[in-house]
T-cell receptor
Protein backbone atom coordinates (compact mmCIF):
# COMPACT_ATOMS: atom_id res chain seq x y z
CA UNK A 1 0.00 0.00 0.00
CA UNK A 2 1.31 3.44 -0.94
CA UNK A 3 -1.14 5.02 1.54
CA UNK A 4 -1.97 8.64 0.75
CA UNK A 5 0.04 10.25 -2.02
CA UNK A 6 0.15 13.91 -2.98
CA UNK A 7 1.60 15.73 -5.96
CA UNK A 8 3.37 18.02 -6.46
CA UNK A 9 5.59 18.22 -3.37
CA UNK A 10 6.48 21.87 -4.03
CA UNK A 11 4.81 24.53 -6.16
CA UNK A 12 5.33 28.24 -6.77
CA UNK A 13 2.51 30.24 -8.32
CA UNK A 14 1.97 33.84 -9.27
CA UNK A 15 -1.05 35.69 -7.94
CA UNK A 16 -4.09 34.93 -10.06
CA UNK A 17 -2.86 31.61 -11.42
CA UNK A 18 -4.88 28.46 -10.93
CA UNK A 19 -3.71 24.95 -10.20
CA UNK A 20 -4.79 21.56 -8.92
CA UNK A 21 -3.22 19.70 -6.03
CA UNK A 22 -3.56 15.97 -6.50
CA UNK A 23 -4.37 13.47 -3.76
CA UNK A 24 -4.88 9.72 -4.05
CA UNK A 25 -5.27 6.86 -1.58
CA UNK A 26 -5.20 3.12 -2.14
CA UNK A 27 -6.79 1.99 1.14
CA UNK A 28 -10.39 2.10 -0.12
CA UNK A 29 -11.20 4.79 2.43
CA UNK A 30 -14.53 6.52 2.18
CA UNK A 31 -13.54 9.72 3.97
CA UNK A 32 -11.01 12.15 2.50
CA UNK A 33 -10.14 15.67 3.47
CA UNK A 34 -7.87 18.61 2.74
CA UNK A 35 -6.13 20.70 5.38
CA UNK A 36 -3.80 23.64 5.33
CA UNK A 37 -1.06 24.10 7.92
CA UNK A 38 0.31 27.53 8.69
CA UNK A 39 3.12 28.35 11.14
CA UNK A 40 1.96 28.42 14.76
CA UNK A 41 -1.56 27.37 13.85
CA UNK A 42 -3.30 24.05 13.97
CA UNK A 43 -4.31 22.24 10.85
CA UNK A 44 -7.46 23.77 9.39
CA UNK A 45 -10.01 21.85 7.38
CA UNK A 46 -10.64 23.18 3.88
CA UNK A 47 -13.00 20.62 2.31
CA UNK A 48 -13.93 17.03 2.95
CA UNK A 49 -15.72 14.14 1.29
CA UNK A 50 -17.57 11.21 2.87
CA UNK A 51 -17.65 9.23 -0.37
CA UNK A 52 -17.52 9.43 -4.14
CA UNK A 53 -19.79 12.17 -5.42
CA UNK A 54 -20.18 13.83 -2.00
CA UNK A 55 -18.19 16.84 -0.85
CA UNK A 56 -18.68 19.51 1.78
CA UNK A 57 -17.01 22.64 3.08
CA UNK A 58 -14.76 22.76 6.08
CA UNK A 59 -13.56 25.65 8.17
CA UNK A 60 -11.70 27.64 5.47
CA UNK A 61 -13.19 26.76 2.04
CA UNK A 62 -12.99 30.14 0.29
CA UNK A 63 -10.80 30.14 -2.82
CA UNK A 64 -10.76 26.34 -3.12
CA UNK A 65 -12.85 23.79 -4.98
CA UNK A 66 -12.94 20.01 -4.71
CA UNK A 67 -14.56 17.10 -6.47
CA UNK A 68 -14.70 13.36 -5.75
CA UNK A 69 -15.45 11.35 -8.85
CA UNK A 70 -13.77 8.17 -7.56
CA UNK A 71 -13.10 6.68 -4.12
CA UNK A 72 -9.36 6.95 -4.69
CA UNK A 73 -8.90 10.57 -5.83
CA UNK A 74 -9.68 13.89 -4.20
CA UNK A 75 -8.10 16.85 -6.04
CA UNK A 76 -8.03 20.36 -4.60
CA UNK A 77 -8.30 23.27 -7.01
CA UNK A 78 -7.09 26.78 -6.38
CA UNK A 79 -9.20 29.01 -8.59
CA UNK A 80 -7.18 32.23 -8.50
CA UNK A 81 -4.16 31.97 -6.22
CA UNK A 82 -3.55 34.67 -3.63
CA UNK A 83 -0.53 35.21 -1.34
CA UNK A 84 -2.76 34.30 1.63
CA UNK A 85 -2.93 30.78 0.22
CA UNK A 86 0.79 30.28 0.77
CA UNK A 87 0.81 27.26 3.06
CA UNK A 88 1.48 23.56 3.36
CA UNK A 89 -1.46 21.48 2.21
CA UNK A 90 -2.19 18.01 3.55
CA UNK A 91 -4.61 15.46 2.23
CA UNK A 92 -5.90 12.83 4.66
CA UNK A 93 -8.12 9.79 4.49
CA UNK A 94 -9.86 7.49 6.94
CA UNK A 95 -12.02 4.42 6.67
CA UNK A 96 -15.15 6.38 7.44
CA UNK A 97 -15.82 9.85 8.73
CA UNK A 98 -18.27 8.58 11.27
CA UNK A 99 -16.23 6.05 13.24
CA UNK A 100 -15.12 8.02 16.26
CA UNK A 101 -11.89 6.07 16.64
CA UNK A 102 -11.08 6.05 12.92
CA UNK A 103 -7.45 6.87 12.28
CA UNK A 104 -6.70 9.58 9.74
CA UNK A 105 -3.78 8.87 7.44
CA UNK A 106 -2.05 11.93 6.08
CA UNK A 107 -0.17 12.44 2.85
CA UNK A 108 3.33 13.96 2.77
CA UNK A 109 2.06 17.45 1.98
CA UNK A 110 2.39 20.02 -0.79
CA UNK A 111 4.29 23.21 0.00
CA UNK A 112 2.71 26.04 -1.99
CA UNK A 113 4.12 29.54 -2.35
CA UNK A 114 2.08 32.27 -4.03
CA UNK A 115 4.07 35.32 -5.10
CA UNK B 1 -15.62 27.99 20.71
CA UNK B 2 -13.73 24.70 20.68
CA UNK B 3 -10.03 25.23 21.28
CA UNK B 4 -6.95 23.12 21.82
CA UNK B 5 -3.91 24.76 23.38
CA UNK B 6 -0.53 23.07 23.52
CA UNK B 7 2.49 23.94 25.60
CA UNK B 8 5.29 24.57 25.37
CA UNK B 9 5.49 25.77 21.77
CA UNK B 10 8.95 24.30 21.51
CA UNK B 11 11.54 22.62 23.66
CA UNK B 12 15.07 21.31 23.43
CA UNK B 13 16.15 18.23 25.35
CA UNK B 14 19.29 16.15 25.52
CA UNK B 15 19.26 12.65 24.14
CA UNK B 16 18.29 10.15 26.80
CA UNK B 17 16.29 12.62 28.87
CA UNK B 18 12.53 12.61 29.43
CA UNK B 19 10.04 15.33 28.58
CA UNK B 20 6.33 16.03 28.91
CA UNK B 21 4.11 17.92 26.52
CA UNK B 22 0.81 19.44 27.57
CA UNK B 23 -2.55 19.76 25.83
CA UNK B 24 -5.52 21.67 27.27
CA UNK B 25 -8.84 21.68 25.47
CA UNK B 26 -12.27 23.22 25.69
CA UNK B 27 -13.91 20.90 23.14
CA UNK B 28 -17.38 19.81 24.13
CA UNK B 29 -18.97 17.34 24.02
CA UNK B 30 -15.76 15.32 24.11
CA UNK B 31 -15.37 12.14 22.06
CA UNK B 32 -11.65 11.35 21.98
CA UNK B 33 -8.18 12.84 21.95
CA UNK B 34 -5.34 11.80 19.69
CA UNK B 35 -1.63 12.61 19.66
CA UNK B 36 0.17 12.81 16.33
CA UNK B 37 3.87 12.96 15.55
CA UNK B 38 4.87 15.05 12.55
CA UNK B 39 8.41 14.73 11.24
CA UNK B 40 9.79 17.68 9.30
CA UNK B 41 8.48 17.65 5.74
CA UNK B 42 6.04 14.81 6.44
CA UNK B 43 2.39 14.42 7.28
CA UNK B 44 1.24 13.71 10.85
CA UNK B 45 1.20 10.10 12.03
CA UNK B 46 -1.04 8.90 14.84
CA UNK B 47 0.74 7.89 18.07
CA UNK B 48 -2.14 7.15 20.37
CA UNK B 49 -5.84 7.76 20.92
CA UNK B 50 -7.53 8.35 24.27
CA UNK B 51 -11.23 7.91 24.88
CA UNK B 52 -13.22 9.31 27.78
CA UNK B 53 -12.74 6.29 30.02
CA UNK B 54 -8.97 5.96 29.51
CA UNK B 55 -6.46 7.63 31.83
CA UNK B 56 -3.20 6.33 30.46
CA UNK B 57 -2.05 4.70 27.25
CA UNK B 58 1.44 3.81 26.10
CA UNK B 59 3.00 3.30 22.70
CA UNK B 60 6.61 2.29 23.22
CA UNK B 61 8.45 5.21 24.83
CA UNK B 62 5.41 7.47 24.43
CA UNK B 63 2.85 7.60 27.25
CA UNK B 64 -0.30 9.70 26.98
CA UNK B 65 -2.51 10.64 29.89
CA UNK B 66 -5.99 12.10 29.92
CA UNK B 67 -7.90 13.89 32.66
CA UNK B 68 -11.36 14.42 31.20
CA UNK B 69 -12.50 16.33 34.30
CA UNK B 70 -9.88 19.07 33.92
CA UNK B 71 -9.77 18.67 30.12
CA UNK B 72 -6.05 18.11 30.05
CA UNK B 73 -3.81 15.60 28.35
CA UNK B 74 -0.08 15.07 28.40
CA UNK B 75 2.39 13.17 26.26
CA UNK B 76 5.47 11.89 28.04
CA UNK B 77 8.53 10.86 26.06
CA UNK B 78 10.88 8.55 27.94
CA UNK B 79 14.59 8.21 27.20
CA UNK B 80 14.42 10.50 24.20
CA UNK B 81 16.17 9.61 20.97
CA UNK B 82 17.29 11.79 18.08
CA UNK B 83 14.43 10.37 16.03
CA UNK B 84 11.96 11.91 18.50
CA UNK B 85 12.78 15.33 17.04
CA UNK B 86 9.47 16.33 15.51
CA UNK B 87 6.30 18.31 16.11
CA UNK B 88 3.67 16.70 18.31
CA UNK B 89 0.07 17.62 17.65
CA UNK B 90 -2.89 17.15 19.97
CA UNK B 91 -6.23 16.68 18.22
CA UNK B 92 -9.58 16.52 19.98
CA UNK B 93 -12.67 15.05 18.38
CA UNK B 94 -16.06 16.32 19.47
CA UNK B 95 -19.17 14.18 19.40
CA UNK B 96 -20.42 14.74 15.86
CA UNK B 97 -16.89 14.12 14.56
CA UNK B 98 -15.61 17.68 14.33
CA UNK B 99 -11.84 17.76 14.88
CA UNK B 100 -9.97 20.59 16.56
CA UNK B 101 -6.19 20.67 16.13
CA UNK B 102 -3.68 22.15 18.52
CA UNK B 103 -0.82 24.26 17.18
CA UNK B 104 1.74 21.63 18.09
CA UNK B 105 4.88 21.42 20.20
CA UNK B 106 8.18 21.30 18.36
CA UNK B 107 10.68 19.01 20.08
CA UNK B 108 14.39 19.03 19.28
CA UNK B 109 16.53 16.27 20.75
CA UNK B 110 20.22 17.09 20.85
CA UNK B 111 23.03 14.55 21.21
Amino acid sequence: NAGVTQTPKFQVLKTGQSMTLQCAQDMNHEYMSWYRQDPGMGLRLIHYSVGAGITDQGEVPNGYNVSRSTTEDFPLRLLSAAPSQTSVYFCASSRTGGGFTDTQYFGPGTRLTVL
Amino acid sequence: KNQVEQSPQSLIILEGKNCTLQCNYTVSPFSNLRWYKQDTGRGPVSLTIMTFSENTKSNGRYTATLDADTKQSSLHITASQLSDSASYICVVRAAGNKLTFGGGTRVLVKP
